[in-house]
């Protein structure tokens, strides 16, 4: 190994370390909602499909956190959105579910289920960062005119 890849090793590692921790973190609050909030076969998975939602809406508003409010260590973006929030929301088990579907033979089921699903994700995430911003610049306004 070259000592410039050396020097960067610990880094790494480190990195690892924290996605990880924060990815088991976000797998058991997701396996926690399948245990409160079970999928019957054959019905639309609404466990996978709403932590997949409310995963994607905290990755908007985590983003515009970390980009737009305030400057954080460099560990917290990859602890939170890649680690807790990347555990925590499922493509496998979104994928798994709707085979499932197809599988007992409610294959339209599972096509609303895959469509619904990106369409819900990519609304939340945009609703969410949306949303945060406007909040984020009304707190400022408020807090100017108060100084």
């Known amino acids: 190994m070259r000592r410039r890849q050396l020097r960067h090793a610990p880094v790494a590692v480190l990195l690892l370390a924290v996605i990880s921790a924060g990815g088991a973190v976000g797998a058991c609050a997701r396996y926690g909602a399948s245990l409160v909030w ?11 499909w709403a932590v997949n939602t409310a995963g994607c809406a905290a990755i908007g508003v985590l983003m515009v956190l970390i980009t737009d409010v305030r400057t ?3 560990l917290v973006r990859p602890f939170l959105g890649t680690g807790v929030l990347g555990g925590f929301t499922t493509f496998s088990t979104y994928a798994l579910d709707a085979q499932r579907l197809v599988d007992g033979g409610r294959t ?10 990106v369409l819900a994700a990519l609304g939340a995430v945009w609703a969410a960062a949306a949303a945060m911003r406007w909040f984020v610049a009304r707190t400022r306004r408020v807090a100017g005119r108060r100084a």
């Open 72 to 74: 954080v260590h460099p």
């Open 108 to 117: 339209g089921l599972a096509l609303a289920y895959l469509v619904l699903s």
């Open 38 to 48: 079970p999928t019957m076969p054959g019905t639309f998975p609404w466990t996978t």
